[in-house]
Each structure stands twice: as C-alpha cells, then as structure tokens.
T-cell receptor, first 110, second 117 residues
Framework: GIQVEQSPPDLILQEGANSTLRCNFSDSVNNLQWFHQNPWGQLINLFYIPSGTKQNGRLSATTVATERYSLLYISSSQTTDSGVYFC????????????FGTGTRLTIIP | DTGVSQDPRHKITKRGQNVTFRCDPISEHNRLYWYRQTLGQGPEFLTYFQNEAQLEKSRLLSDRFSAERPKGSFSTLEIQRTEQGDSAMYLCANQGLLGLAQNNEQFFGPGTRLTVL
C-alpha cells in the first residue's frame, strides 16, 4: 500500500518562530489532508490539498504531487500550536482510505 | 465541531467483555470510515461504508470485530471478547463524494477511547 513519511518526528521551538513540516508519499494521490490533533484526541482539519498551495492565517501548505511531497508552514508560532500534526493521503480508485504518517510532535515554548 | 459525533467518548471494560461504539455522521456525507489509533501512532484504517454497503475491511479487523451501517445513517462498531491489545482510540470519519460535496475531504469525530483491563 501507499507509504507516508513525516519529518521531523519532533520539533521544539520558541514562541514566535517559524516551522516547516514535511510529508513524503510513495504513490499518486487524489486526496491529501493535514490535521492537527489536540490533547483530547480530536483531529482538526487544517488543509485539504492534493495539489497546489493554500493559506489560512498563519498556516499555509504546498503539495507538489509530481514529486510526491507536501509541506506545512507555521509562521509566528503560538503555544496553542503545540500538538501532533498528521499528514494523510488517499490513493487513487481502489485505495480509498486515508493512510496516515506517524506525525510530527510540535512543542512551542513560551 | 466537525458535525460527526461518537458515543461513548470513553469506555473501560474488562478483558473478555463485548463493547459497542456508535458514530453519527454528517447526514449528507455517504461514506463512513472507522479508524483505530494507538499511542504514538497515526490512525489506521479499519473499514468503510458507502451508504449501507461495507466496501472494504482491513486485515486489522479480526473476526472479533464487526461493523454495521443500517439504512446508511449511523454506524456501530462492535468488539467481541475484548483483549488488552484492543485498547486504543476508535475514530469515525465521514466523506462526501466529489460532486456531492466540495471535495472528498474526510471529517473526524471526537473518538471513543477504549481501555481494556
């Protein structure tokens, strides 16, 4: 099946810093989503981005489908950004479920 | 709030007991997924329904697990004869299909955290 790798596994930053999280995937996809998992386990949708670039406030994401990677940018980090960030992909027809990476744990220090 | 609800939010049970979880989806989204997440890992696919039809089951779904989606609305996931290895967060997700929703984005419920003693 499709493989998803996220890097780095852990990231500790000072409040106000910028960060870049990376997701590599092994096959063509028709869905790529970025999630933030809060301390209670809820997966919060950040971006649906199978290709292209999107921005939402301090967050932005870019997916280069031909090169099989996606990047999540967080600017001016706040302590509330702490948590685990997951990338998940859905393959083409016949592989219609999300395959998740192992996540990046982000810790923002005041 | 994604509009997907799950019940119960927490369940503690003794090994060997049966448990049942419920997921109430976003009404217009016709695909419903179940995932399982263990500590330190990303969620893993278990099974999915399109309307009332169960279309795919993961090899993770042993014969002790059964899922239903009667009438294509809410879904239940039952685990029989629970084992300690079943302890995990069980997540339900909805997806609308292209043409019926803006895209095929999945939206997750808050999960049911199962602890098997």
């Amino acid at each position: 099946g499709i493989q998803v790798e996220q890097s780095p596994p852990d990231l500790i930053l000072q409040e106000g810093a910028n960060s870049t999280l990376r997701c590599n995937f092994s096959d063509s996809v028709n869905n790529l989503q970025w999630f933030h998992q809060n301390p209670w386990g809820q997966l919060i949708n950040l971006f649906y981005i199978p290709s292209g670039t999107k921005q939402n406030g301090r967050l932005s994401a870019t997916t280069v489908a031909t090169e099989r990677y996606s990047l999540l940018y967080i600017s001016s980090s706040q302590t509330t950004d702490s948590g685990v960030y997951f990338c998940a992909v859905e393959g083409n027809f016949g592989n219609e479920k999300l395959t998740f990476g192992t996540g990046t744990r982000l810790t923002i220090i005041p | 709030d994604t509009g997907v609800s799950q019940d119960p939010r927490h369940k503690i049970t003794k090994r060997g007991q049966n448990v049942t979880f419920r997921c109430d989806p976003i009404s217009e989204h016709n695909r419903l997924y179940w995932y399982r997440q263990t500590l330190g890992q990303g969620p893993e696919f278990l099974t999915y329904f399109q309307n009332e039809a169960q279309l795919e089951k993961s090899r993770l779904l042993s014969d002790r697990f059964s899922a239903e989606r009667p009438k294509g609305s809410f879904s239940t996931l039952e685990i029989q004869r629970t084992e300690q290895g079943d302890s995990a967060m069980y997540l339900c997700a909805n997806q609308g299909l292209l043409g019926l929703a803006q895209n095929n984005e999945q939206f997750f419920g808050p999960g049911t955290r199962l602890t098997v003693l």
